[in-house]
Every structure is written in structure tokens, then in C-alpha cells.
């Protein structure tokens, strides 16, 4: 189902790319004023609508896309990705953050890396966001749905360096 609406030109929007089973959608997220992928993040406890609004890349029309059946939301540098470029796993150059590394493998055989926040709402929820932990991936931040994952592995944990005087 497709609600068509007027986007406002002065609210922020986020670029994303969103793989449903028979389409793959690169737009725009609207978001309201004040809100970043990092207030997105802030959030994960909560789980994502059933449908978000999108400006499709080349409209300036919003539309209602159902997310029941995508396979994950990719929130992206860039509409198209370099697919001859090869992900960088389990790096030592990745930003230190607080969470779980995991490697999961999607039905469809893509494996990703990256860092999840450990909580609760990372195992109750039907997805979960997950930080892309190669720097210089296209990929800045993805919502992936529990049901298109076919291996899930936690390869270790990362945080913060304790820098208290000894």
C-alpha cells in the first residue's frame, strides 16, 4: 500500500536504501527537525513502524512504503555502492564502540559485520540496527529484520578503553 504525500523541502531527510523481497527502494527517509541517524540509534529500543516515508531518489512526492517484507534498510553515503569493492571484516581500523560484533549471513548469502548495542531490545524485537564497523563502507547504519537472517555469530565484544588513572 502507497500513500503519496507533498514533501516539505524544509524538513531533514536521511538516505537510505531499503531491499524488499521484489524491489530495492533508494530515497530519502523524512524525519522530522532535530532528528539523526545518531537520534535513530539513540532509539533502537523501539522497533520501526510497519511503513516509513520515503521521497524516492529523483521525486519530490513522499510515499508510504510497507517494511514488512524488506530484507534490511541501509542507511547509505551513497545511492550506489561500489560492487567491486570488497567489505573490510572484522577490522582493527574500526571506531571503538560499546556492543556486540556479529557477522550474520542473510538468506540470499550477503554476510555483514558490524557492531550492535547490547540491550534487551536487540533480542526481543523483530530487527535491530547494526553499525557497520569498515570506516570506509558505504554503509553508515542498517536496520536489518531478524527473519532474513539465515546465520547469526557474535564474534566478540568492543568497548571503550578504560583510561582511569591505576
Do not use: C
Not at 523524512?30 to 511503513?51: C, F, K, Q, R, Y
Not at 541501509?74 to 560492487?83: K, M, N, T, W
Not at 570488497?86 to 558490524?114: C, N, S
Amino acid at each position: 500500500m502507497r500513500e503519496v504525500a507533498k514533501s516539505s523541502d524544509d524538513l531533514p531527510s536521511e538516505k537510505l536504501v531499503i531491499r524488499l523481497r521484489d524491489r530495492i527502494i533508494r530515497g530519502y527517509l523524512e524525519i522530522n527537525h532535530g532528528t539523526s541517524i545518531e537520534d535513530i540509534v539513540g532509539h533502537a529500543s523501539a522497533s520501526l513502524p510497519n511503513a516509513l516515508f520515503i521521497r524516492p531518489e529523483g521525486s519530490r512526492e513522499v510515499e508510504k512504503i510497507d517494511i514488512g517484507d524488506a530484507k534490511a534498510i541501509f542507511f547509505v553515503r551513497e545511492f550506489e555502492g561500489d560492487s567491486r569493492r570488497k567489505d573490510l571484516h572484522f577490522a582493527k581500523m574500526a571506531p571503538i564502540v560499546h556492543g556486540i560484533w556479529i557477522r550474520i549471513e542473510f538468506l540470499d548469502g550477503e554476510v555483514m559485520e558490524g557492531i550492535v548495542h547490547n540491550t534487551i531490545h536487540h533480542l526481543v524485537n523483530p530487527g535491530f540496527f547494526l553499525q557497520p564497523t569498515d570506516p570506509e563502507g558505504n554503509n553508515l547504519l542498517v536496520y536489518i529484520f531478524k527473519s532474513q537472517i539465515r546465520d547469526y555469530r557474535v564474534l566478540g565484544l568492543r568497548k571503550l578503553p578504560n583510561h582511569s588513572a591505576a
